[in-house]
């Protein structure tokens, strides 16, 4: 559905459309401006020589895993040109929690622990990167390029003081 609605765009602003995906989808569309890549988006050293140096848009829809969802950005955040946006779908728990409509524990833990992390490479990239997420569906994030500042790496966790000593009292005194 993406690579459809792509698809009419970069016919009106003439622009290329690139698409990776290890399910060849080669003849799903005709368009001269589109460009498939039958690969893993993580065969780096094959893709490399293929896409373009740099993006004004990036979607990232790919194995919904926050360790590859994770390896998958960090490479392609430095082709993303400055204040352009980069697209991560399916980071919504939601609609898969026990007794939901979806009702999948796969779906759920793993889009959870990739919004974590996307919280964290926030946390540790707030000067470089904005952030923003809608909860709509199964949930989007969007990030923004601020600079050329290569990120850094997760090296702060973010520590919540959700389960101390003190919030157990602060829970317990307002009953």
């Known amino acids: 559905m993406s690579t459809e ?18 399910i060849n989808y080669k003849d799903k569309f005709n368009n001269s401006k589109w460009n498939f890549i039958h690969s893993r988006d993580d065969e780096f050293d094959y893709i490399e020589n293929i896409i373009p140096k740099k993006f004004s848009l990036i979607l990232l829809d790919t194995i919904h895993e926050a360790k590859h969802v994770c390896k998958i950005f960090y490479y392609y955040y430095e082709k993303l040109e400055i204040n352009k946006c980069f697209f991560i779908d399916d980071i919504s728990w939601l ?4 007794d939901s409509d979806k009702d999948r524990f796969y779906a759920e833990i793993n889009n959870q622990e990739t919004f974590n992390t996307l919280l964290n490479i926030y946390f540790n990239n707030n000067d470089n990167i904005n952030i923003e997420f809608t909860f709509e569906g199964t ?22 003081r959700k389960f101390t000593f003190k919030n157990l009292i602060r829970k317990i005194i307002k009953g």
């Open 95 to 98: 609609p898969y929690v026990k």
């Open 139 to 160: 949930g989007m994030c969007k990030i923004i390029k601020l600079n050329d500042n290569k990120l850094n790496p997760i090296n702060k966790k973010i520590h919540s």
């Open 5 to 22: 609605l792509f698809s009419h765009y970069v016919d009106e602003h003439n622009c290329k459309l690139y698409s990776i995906d290890n």
